[in-house]
């Protein structure tokens, strides 16, 4: 009901007044009756207005008037009158003495007024700053929704009382309220809501609309605190909140493992997946189990077959040998933890036991031998037997008890205990003498594999024999003599197999030296010769000997499955030992490398020393210098060699490269001696410092090119590529003197002026075995101008087929476009009917569900098809934002297949503008979604949401992932225009 005072809310505003007095008042009459009839009158006082007649003041007595909001305007005031219906009843406005449009409930009993106002502010039924006034200040009612005699008491009303009764039944089935569910309000509901806030968070905004309390409602069925929350929950199959929060709280991401769990008794996903992983049927199982310190099923119970309750227990039977679990704890009773040590143990101690054992039959039968007519003989030889019945087995202890008692049997015959310690000192002598004997074996042993160790460091069987060395030296202080005689069974076993016998024979007698050993210095005379290190042992001292590093971690070197060898960077790491280091020998390595793929050589400045082992590919050795240099250098050679870390390299024969190294050394003289003439026609270079190619008037380029590479190449000594600069002379011989060329190309006259000035200067300079004759710039010469028409005429054919393949892709790209177009047009004028019905189906939907107008059912569908589009206008009102426009079109209609069937998919776009009253701004959002619509079981399958900007991309991969035939729009051929 809408009642208004005067001839309406504009008209009032007009005027200024009311329209109509009288006729107000008799419209309220009722309302001002029931007003009077439930406000004793404390006071009347007139109020003047302009151009109306006077009116009463609102009463004022023993009730107090709940103000709950106020406006500026009447318009604004009685909208939000109208909003606080559903959940308080009837309202009113009531225009104020400040000229504000007051809001009230109603009133309240003044004696309960301030408890009751707290009471619904805490349960936020009214807003927070609601207020009780006594009505002095209230001039006149403007409008008010009370039906006829009504009472204007809150505490009555059965809008209000209904939505306490919500509440309160909401709270009690959650179990935060215990009280009665009456409507009325106090402490308890109070609480009850406070209590509910803590627990689910605070529902609505600032106060409790119909909406929010159909919120609560929603909870204390399913105890979910959001729609988000219910969604999330359902999407995993859970149908109430406290097992979706056990569910959580366990880890668990849907209801099917959640309640598989729970029926196997677990409670975290942690602890069921290892479960599930370890093979355990169920928790009692699976704590029993990690209690134990396992991890599997099959482990666990294996354990528990064997009587284990412990991993670790069962780890080390396993780990034991043993295969009976009583032998391995009877062991481990004994302090061992394997059945090797066990047995081993059990077998020295069943030795020791028969030992003793034969040692007292012996006594008691060379005893009773020198004396035949003992009294005792029959316990004697009852204990005799049952002795060599005990030796049969492998039982130590029963040994041992039986030997005592025949002990205690020979005790009765006098006479026999001093017997029997003489026949104990005779063998522990015998014993003593055969120990003595077997530990001067041992010794000359040892001194024999010394010997050898020291001549032969170098030897392959080497770390066998210092490791029989260091075991004998322990086994030589054993006191058993089975120990020594197995010692020594051992070290001729060991010069056997490696067939050092006669050597160990030989070192005990002097050695003659031979005419090799003679010849090659000390350093030949002290090492054994052997087939690997004869590479350099033997021979001439002048020959040069290449070898490799055949190590995995060589810089570069590599030999790949057929042999070849290779430089897998492209540069040769070499060092040299007696051979000079020259440009001439550069060239020629450069040259002989290049086939396996060296395009630089990083040539060692210094002579090899024992760090190039590792460092360096190549080590060239001339053998005299390399039998004379320090032992800290040959000696780490010979070893790497004997231990195949050094090889030959066959790859480089020396003796041709050193014909070709005295070819250039001869070219260099050659070109020197003209140089010191005066000049020589042609260009040349003379190499000097590290640095770039000085180029002295090398013009053009292109006609020098091949000769300053090859310069380039001589002076590069590592440093990488080498730059070309062309200067003048005078610059050329500053920038050699600054260390800046590394070497000088230029014509003969210029180069002799430059390399007699640099030698003036005490400059080191050497010329390069490289010369451009005149013959050959001018054979060059013609070259390079026929490579150039050859060449402009190339560029030519290639721009005209150029020109030509981009006017045909042209013409076919168009003829593919126009014919896409048509072919789009045909398709939208056959199935328009159908897209439409898929459009008009779907639109309509995300319209209301903007506007949040929707009925329940079409905005939980469309939630749970896109749930970030439903996240997102969920946040709108929280974030101050509100819908005012949504469009939606079509993007894409056809036909995809799922599980083998066509169905129906349709895809659009839909833009919504919002605004922001506080910001005071607008905004525009660009969606697009995609859906499979299977009418034959009306399901909506495998959606699609996205924003505009990616969506073209995510909708093409949707498409194709679904084979979507379109019926909608029509694609070119893919065709590439340069």
């Not at 409670?267 to 069921?272: E, G, I």
């Not at 481990?332 to 020295?348: H, I, L, Q, T, V």
């Not at 660009?926 to 996205?946: G, K, Y």
Request: a negative charge; proline letters at 4%; aromatic letters at 6%.
């Amino acid at each position: 009901m809408r009642t208004m005072v005067g001839a309406g809310l504009a008209a009032w505003l007009l005027t200024g007044a009311l329209a109509s007095p009288a006729k107000a008042e008799g419209n309220f009459a009722g309302f001002i009756g029931a007003v009077l009839r439930e406000m004793a009158t404390e006071g009347e006082r007139p109020v003047p207005r302009r151009n109306a007649a006077p009116a009463r003041r609102a009463p004022v007595s023993d009730k107090r008037w709940l103000v709950i909001a106020s406006r500026e305007g009447p318009e604004e005031a009685v909208a939000l009158a109208e909003s606080f219906g559903p959940t308080l009843g009837p309202t009113l406005v009531m225009l104020s003495r400040n000229g504000r449009y007051a809001v009230l409930a109603g009133t309240l009993a003044k004696d309960r007024a301030k408890i009751n106002l707290e009471t619904l502010k805490a349960i936020r039924l009214i807003p927070q700053d609601s207020f009780l006034s006594d009505g002095r200040n209230l001039e006149r009612v403007v409008w008010h929704s009370f039906p006829e005699n009504s009472s204007l008491d809150l505490m009555t009303r059965p809008a209000y009382r209904q939505s306490v009764r919500r509440l309160q039944a909401s709270f009690h089935r959650l179990g935060l309220y215990d009280g009665p569910v009456d409507g009325l309000i106090g402490v308890s509901t109070a609480d009850a809501f406070a209590r509910f806030e803590t627990r689910f968070g605070t529902p609505g905004g600032e106060r409790l609309d119909d909406y929010a309390l159909a919120r609560i409602e929603e909870t204390a069925v399913d105890g979910f605190g959001s729609p988000t929350e219910r969604m999330a929950a359902q999407a995993g199959g859970f149908a109430d909140a406290a097992s979706f929060g056990e569910a959580r709280a366990g880890g668990f991401p849907s209801a099917s493992s959640f309640n598989e769990a729970r029926a196997m008794g677990f409670r975290t996903r942690q602890d069921f997946d290892d479960a599930v992983a370890g093979g355990f049927r169920s928790s009692d199982e699976f704590v029993r189990a990690r209690a134990g310190g396992f991890q599997s099923a099959s482990a666990f119970s294996e354990a528990r077959r064997e009587g284990f309750d412990t991993a670790r227990e069962f780890k080390a039977f396993r780990a034991s040998g043993f295969r009976d679990a009583s032998a391995f704890r009877e062991a481990a009773r004994a302090g061992f933890g394997d059945e090797a040590s066990w047995r081993a143990a059990r077998a020295k101690a069943l030795k020791d036991a028969r030992e003793t054992a034969d040692a007292r039959l012996s006594d008691a039968d060379a005893f009773l031998r020198l004396n035949p007519g003992s009294a005792n003989l029959l316990s004697i030889a009852k204990a005799a037997a049952e002795l060599k019945a005990a030796s049969g087995t492998s039982d130590p202890d029963a040994v041992t008890a039986a030997t005592a008692r025949l002990g205690d049997a020979l005790a009765a015959e006098g006479g026999f205990a001093a017997f029997a310690a003489q026949r104990a000192a005779e063998r522990e002598a015998a014993e003593n003498l055969r120990r003595d004997e077997l530990r001067t074996v041992l010794e000359r042993d040892r001194a024999g594999l010394s010997a050898w160790v020291a001549a032969h460091l170098t030897a392959p069987a080497l770390p066998d024999v210092v490791a029989e060395l260091d075991r004998l030296g322990r086994d030589r202080e054993s006191p058993e003599i089975a120990t020594l005689d197995e010692a020594h069974r051992r070290v001729g076993a060991l010069l056997r197999e490696k067939g050092l016998e006669a050597q160990v024979e030989l070192l005990q007698r002097p050695a003659a030296v031979s005419p090799q050993a003679e010849a090659g210095g000390a350093l030949a005379k002290a090492v054994v010769r052997t087939p690997l290190n004869a590479v350099l042992l033997e021979g001439g001292r002048e020959e040069v000997v290449v070898l490799y590093n055949a190590d995995p971690r060589a810089p570069s070197l590599s030999r790949n499955l057929r042999g070849d060898f290779s430089f897998r960077t492209g540069t040769a790491a070499l060092c040299t030992l007696g051979v000079e280091r020259t440009a001439a020998l550069r060239g020629a390595l450069e040259a002989a490398l290049a086939p396996s793929g060296a395009q630089t050589l990083d040539l060692a400045e210094a002579d090899c020393a024992s760090r190039d082992l590792a460092e360096r590919d190549l080590l060239i050795l001339e053998r005299g210098r390399f039998l004379d240099a320090p032992t800290a250098f040959a000696v780490p050679v010979l070893e790497a060699l004997e231990a195949g870390r050094l090889r030959p390299y066959p790859a480089l024969a020396f003796a041709e490269l050193r014909g070709r190294v005295e070819a250039d050394e001869a070219l260099a003289g050659e070109i020197e001696r003209d140089l010191q003439g005066g000049g020589r026609a042609g260009f040349g270079a003379v190499l000097a410092r590290r640095g770039a190619v000085c180029a002295v008037e090398a013009e053009p380029p292109a006609l020098h090119e091949p000769t300053l590479r090859e310069v380039a190449r001589l002076a590069h000594r590592g440093a990488g590529e080498l730059p070309i600069r062309p200067m003048s002379a005078e610059d050329a011989f500053q920038a050699a003197r600054r260390g800046e060329c590394g070497a000088i190309y230029a014509e003969g006259p210029t180069l002799a002026s430059v390399r007699e000035a640099l030698l003036r200067e005490n400059e080191t300079v050497a010329v390069a075995p490289v010369w451009l004759a005149p013959k050959a710039i001018e054979e060059r010469r013609a070259t390079l101008a026929q490579e150039e028409d050859a060449r402009r005429a190339s560029a030519e054919a290639r721009r005209l087929a150029a020109d030509a393949e981009r006017a045909d892709a042209e013409r076919t790209r168009q003829r593919l476009a126009e014919g896409a177009e048509a072919r789009e047009r045909e398709l939208r004028a056959r199935h328009a009917t159908e897209a439409a019905t898929l459009l008009n189906r779907f639109a309509p939907l995300i319209e209301h569900f903007v506007r949040g107008d929707g009925l329940p059912a079409d905005r939980n569908r469309l939630a749970a098809l896109f749930p970030q589009f439903a996240a997102w206008r969920d946040g709108l009102s929280a974030d101050a934002w509100e819908p005012i426009e949504t469009k939606s079109t079509l993007v894409d209609y056809g036909m995809a297949r799922w599980q083998g069937r066509a169905v129906e998919a349709v895809a659009l776009e839909t833009r919504v503008r919002t605004q922001s009253r506080e910001r005071g701004a607008y905004a525009d959002h660009c969606f697009r979604f995609a859906v499979v619509a299977d009418a034959e079981f009306s399901m909506d399958r495998d959606p699609l949401e996205t924003d505009c900007d990616a969506g073209e991309e995510d909708l093409g991969k949707w498409a194709l992932g679904h084979e979507l035939a379109s019926r909608w729009r029509a694609r070119a051929e893919a065709s590439a225009t340069p």
